[in-house]
C-alpha cells in the first residue's frame, strides 16, 4: 500500500490558523479522515470526506472551525483549522478508507493506511 504523504502542522498561538496536506490516491480510496491522538488517549476521528462527492464529516469538538477539502486534480486533501484553541494540540494523522458509509468515518479500525502524522501545537 502507499502510504498517505502529510504536510503541514506547527505551532501556533490560540485563535490562530493552520493547514494540513495529505497526498492520498483517489484510485485505491473512497475515504480520508484526519485523526488526532495526544498522549495516553486513544486516537480521536476531527474530519473526513467521502471522495466520490466531497461530503464531509465533522466532529463536534471542531465543527465550525475546521474545514476539510480536496483537489481532486492533486489527490491532495486539505484540513484548514481555524480559531484554534490549546486543546487542540496533538500529533494529527491522515488516513484513507476503502469503506464508504457515514457509520466509518469516525473509526480508526475502518482505515486502510495512515500518514506518519504532523504536530499540532496551540499556545495560549
Known amino acids: 500500500q502507499v502510504q498517505p504523504v502529510q504536510f503541514g502542522g506547527g505551532t501556533v498561538l490560540s485563535g490562530g490558523s493552520l493547514r494540513l496536506s495529505c497526498v492520498a490516491s483517489?484510485?485505491?480510496?473512497?475515504?480520508v479522515g484526519w485523526f488526532r491522538q495526544t498522549p495516553g488517549t486513544e486516537r480521536e476521528g476531527v474530519s473526513a470526506?467521502?471522495?466520490?462527492?466531497?461530503?464531509?464529516y465533522y466532529a463536534d469538538s471542531v465543527r465550525g472551525r475546521f474545514t476539510i477539502s480536496q483537489d481532486a486534480s492533486a489527490n491532495t486533501f486539505f484540513l484548514q483549522m481555524d480559531s484554534l484553541k490549546p486543546e487542540d494540540t496533538a500529533m494529527y494523522y491522515c488516513?484513507?478508507?476503502?469503506?464508504?458509509?457515514?457509520?466509518?468515518?469516525?473509526?480508526?479500525?475502518?482505515?486502510?493506511?495512515w500518514g506518519r502524522g504532523t504536530q499540532v501545537t496551540v499556545s495560549s
Open positions: 488516513a484513507a478508507s476503502i469503506f464508504r458509509h457515514s457509520d466509518i468515518v469516525f473509526r480508526p479500525e475502518k482505515y486502510d493506511s
Open positions: 483517489r484510485l485505491r480510496y473512497n475515504t
Open positions: 470526506i467521502f471522495l466520490s462527492d466531497g461530503t464531509p
